[in-house]
Nanobody
Framework: QVQLVESGGGLVQAGGSLRLSCAAS????????MGWFRQAPGKEREFVAA????????YYAASVKGRFTISRDNAKNTVYLQMNSLNTEDTAVYYC???????????????????WGQGTQVTVSS
């Protein structure tokens, strides 16, 4: 089992940047594919970005591609989400998720993931 703790959220002006971190417990972080999802008020949780076990494969939602970058440091048991050129539509609670993986693939569906963090609030002001 793995526990996930997100950090790095906050209030930022439109056009600004934030970097989210998700720290995982345990010694087998490299066995997990990781993902970031978000949920805005009144909306369903949606996929943002995903990364395979080694970091060699990544995938992004169309709404964030070119602005957000997912990365991971397996030595630090941490996955990151660098968010640039933020706009008000990026306002949401951001969640990281982990899935036991047996290949280098990434995963984009919520139901694929086994573990979830508590989330971190990102608010973008205009």
């Amino acid at each position: 089992q793995v526990q996930l703790v997100e950090s790095g959220g906050g209030l930022v002006q439109a056009g600004g940047s934030l970097r989210l971190s998700c720290a995982a417990s345990g010694r087998t972080f490299s066995r997990y594919a990781m993902g970031w999802f978000r949920q805005a008020p009144g909306k369903e949780r949606e996929f943002v970005a995903a990364i395979g076990r080694s970091g060699g494969s990544t995938y992004y939602a169309a709404s964030v591609k070119g602005r957000f970058t997912i990365s991971r440091d397996n030595a630090k048991n941490t996955v990151y989400l660098q968010m640039n050129s933020l706009n008000t539509e990026d306002t949401a609670v951001y969640y990281c998720a982990a899935k036991v993986a047996y290949s280098g693939n990434y995963f984009v569906r919520m139901e694929d993931y086994d573990y979830w963090g508590q989330g971190t609030q990102v608010t973008v002001s205009s």
